[in-house]
């Protein structure tokens, strides 16, 4: 199965090339049975992968297709790496993607650009495979521009609508500023190290720098990567595309939320854990930025009404605890948070759509309440998602998110209590959704309310299947102090250096059971409180427009991040295009071309008044010409 590895990518690349070029001529049916049959397709070929790697037949294996780039001493082939690592990621990118192509069949049926959506949704798929199988950093930068490509066609996807666009353009030029940061850091590499290939990279890498030494050009490549990280997994101060990026279809945000874009930066991060252990400095970035985003989202979530938003800067603040343990060197446990986080985020995004298509499109939560009746199965599976991203035992967001703050703990007991105050804000906004939508007495017009039914089979038999996967995804994880092994740490720590930048203390077993309990419960006095004040005082958010307190108006408006970027960085950069346009493109660039014209102009003015006719002024002209020509030929010859 090793040498049909590259089938992995290419399926889901001929789903495209089929569905793209056919387009409109395909029925929906074949459309679908295409487009999530290529996925399927990839899916059997990594779970057999994925066998041969547990039981040890494959451990680290470099495929090698033809050399890409040949340039002097720089030698840079197309070729994928099969490790524990890339089969981790390639089984959630297809197996949560397949379930996400399914429930886009249901979802999408009755769009018109439903061929055109399919044909995206695979490439999208592609590109993240491309990415995380990549054996150096140039296969994976393709992928990763061909992410960021795909995001901006699925989040324009319905582009009659200009605010759409604009949420498109926003996501593809914030994420440009990263990949600038990641193209440098590229071409750093390349010139102290000579190679892209990551064996030759981290190997020379552990040769040249040593551990705890400040090394200013590994600082400066770490530091690149990072902001290319902050790019794609959405990290401040590049983190405002993502919640616009709710402008596409809901099963691309569960796509994009879940299985494929905004992983990618943690996943180049643990794929380069050799470098970024050799830099500590850069680790104390990350863990500072990763724990300001986790808690800066997640505020502006307490007050959001749009279930997507909710969901939205849950999963900037989901990101901000994944780059926090990146940033505590646990980069098992970040890639244990991706792969929980999968589980449960999916469900919750593909719930929000099974609620949005019974509410004809409304998204607005205060428009919504006592649908549990009217929608069972969405509702079973869509608080087993919030139990779970709650951290409740024994669903899977409980283990991922407990050896986060194990290890935070580890570092400092003020870090563990800050990541404590993000999951406990995490748990209020979850529940007061879960609440707002699914409790108390109706909200809506009585049109939507006539409308009211749950989603066919083919939306929620993914539902279902990702709400299994959110309850016992975790025990693959179970620490020693519950009786388990870790076994996905076990499994990962092949590709982990083994350069120790540990700098807490051990904790001891009675330590951790007193730490899960504290935060447990915690968890379950605020799940007391959102229902008290949801459900039994019935508590609904102010209207649009109405006064608000000054913090909650902060809160609401997202901290006026936005306006303050469009203060400090759009308008000027508009101002500086309409200077350069009105003084340099038409005062001086368009005076010099037009000037050019106008001697022409003038000189042909001039000279067709030489064009008269007469026979004898064309033979005076010869001669002229013919005496001038013998006059210069004398001339050079002398």
Same mark, same amino acid.
């Given at each position: ?163 759409? %666009? ?427 071309? %037009? ?37 210069? %030929? ?5």
């Amino acid at each position: 199965m090793l040498q049909l590895a590259w089938l992995i990518p290419v399926l889901p690349l001929i789903g495209f090339l089929i569905i793209g070029l056919a387009n409109k001529k395909l029925p929906k049916a074949v459309v679908g049975f295409v487009g999530c049959g290529s996925i399927l397709g990839s899916f059997a070929i990594v779970l057999t992968l994925l066998t041969e790697v547990l039981n040890g037949t494959i451990q680290s294996e470099t495929l090698t297709y033809f050399n890409w780039i040949s340039a002097g001493s720089l030698d840079i082939k197309l070729s994928f790496l099969i490790d524990p690592l890339s089969v981790t990621m390639m089984t959630i990118i297809t197996g949560v993607g397949f379930l996400i192509h399914l429930y886009s069949a249901g979802y999408m049926s009755h769009d018109e650009g439903f061929a055109r959506y399919f044909a995206y949704l695979n490439l999208f798929v592609f590109s993240m495979l491309i990415l995380v199988m990549g054996s150096n950093f140039l296969v994976l930068f393709a992928g990763w521009e061909g992410v960021g490509l795909c995001s901006y066609l699925l989040i324009g996807f319905w582009f009659k609508n200009n605010d759409y %666009n604009n949420a498109a353009k926003k996501a593809f030029i914030m994420n440009r500023i990263g990949d600038l940061g990641f193209l440098l850091g590229m071409l750093l590499i390349i010139v102290t190290f000579g190679s892209l290939e990551y064996s030759a990279v981290f190997e020379q890498a552990q040769t040249i720098f040593k551990p705890g030494v400040a090394q200013p050009v590994l600082i400066a490549i770490t530091l690149l990567l990072f902001l290319g990280a902050t790019g794609k997994s959405a990290q401040i101060p590049l983190y405002t595309w993502l919640p616009d990026a709710m402008a596409g279809p809901t099963p691309v945000s569960a796509l994009i939320h879940a299985a494929t874009m905004v992983t990618a930066g943690i996943y180049m991060i643990v794929r380069s854990n050799v470098l970024f252990s050799l830099a500590p400095f850069t680790l104390e970035v990350i863990e500072i930025i990763g724990l300001t985003t986790a808690l800066f989202a997640a505020t502006i979530g307490l007050v959001q009404n749009d279930i997507k938003k909710v969901l939205a800067y849950s999963t900037v603040s989901q990101l901000g605890y994944m780059f926090f343990a990146l940033g505590m060197g646990a980069y098992s446990t970040a890639i244990f948070h991706v792969a929980t986080h999968a589980f449960f985020k999916a469900l919750l995004f593909l719930g929000a759509g099974s609620v949005i298509h019974a509410m004809s499109g409304e998204q607005d939560i205060r428009s919504m309440g006592g649908l549990w009746k009217k929608l069972p199965i969405t509702f079973a599976t869509f608080i087993i998602g919030t139990v779970a991203i709650a951290g409740i035992p024994p669903f899977a967001g409980f283990f991922s998110k407990d050896e986060i703050l194990a290890h935070a703990y580890e570092h400092s007991p003020i870090l563990w209590a800050l990541g404590v105050l993000g999951a406990l804000m995490t748990t209020f906004y979850m529940f007061r959704l879960v609440f707002l939508t699914f409790f108390g007495s109706f909200r809506g017009t009585e049109h939507q309310k006539s409308h009211l039914h749950e989603s066919p089979l083919i939306m929620t038999i993914p539902l279902m299947v990702l709400a299994v996967l959110s309850i016992i995804g975790g025990f693959v994880g179970v620490p020693e102090v519950l009786g388990g092994h870790n076994f996905l740490k076990s499994f990962l720590s092949p590709i982990i250096a083994p350069i120790n930048q540990h700098t807490g203390h051990a904790l001891s077993h009675s330590t951790e059971l007193m730490l899960m309990g504290i935060s447990v419960g915690a968890v379950l006095l605020v799940i007391i409180i959102a229902a008290i004040v949801y459900i039994s005082k019935k508590a609904v958010p102010s209207p649009e427009g109405s006064d608000l307190s000054a913090p909650h108006k902060v809160l609401y408006n997202k901290y006026y991040i936005d306006e303050i970027y469009r203060t400090l960085v759009v308008k000027p950069l508009y101002w500086l295009g309409d200077i350069f346009y009105k003084v340099f493109e038409i005062r001086i660039i368009d005076n010099f071309v %037009n000037a050019w014209g106008k001697g022409v102009d003038r000189g042909s003015a001039g000279l067709r008044f030489l064009q008269n006719g007469s026979i004898s002024f064309y033979m005076f002209a010869m001669v002229i010409g013919i005496i001038l020509i013998l006059f210069f %030929n004398t001339i050079i010859k002398l």
